[in-house]
């Protein structure tokens, strides 16, 4: 399944409304956690878009389907 290009920013919005909150901010880096099963993911946010494989690799991470991040998108 191809990804949109999105932003650092629209990533942050979609993870929060799955159950993450922002942990902390690192430079250009937002970590964040979920309060549930305390996954931690890291979303750059120092480019206009985030590179596909690094989105996908984040998405893997939260422990998601590419076709869930599109519905919250």
């Known amino acids: 399944m191809k990804l949109p290009r999105v ?7 979609v993870f929060l409304k799955i ?3 922002i942990h ?3 430079g250009s880096h937002y970590i964040l956690k979920h309060q549930d099963s305390g996954c931690r993911i890291t979303v750059p946010y120092h480019r206009e878009t985030l590179a596909p494989k690094t989105l996908s690799s984040i998405i893997k991470q939260a422990g998601i389907t ?8």
Do not use: C, N, V
């Open 7 to 13: 932003s650092g920013k629209q990533a942050i919005e």
């Open 19 to 21: 159950g993450f909150f």
């Open 24 to 26: 902390r901010i690192h």
């Open 66 to 73: 590419p076709e869930q991040f599109l519905d919250l998108l």
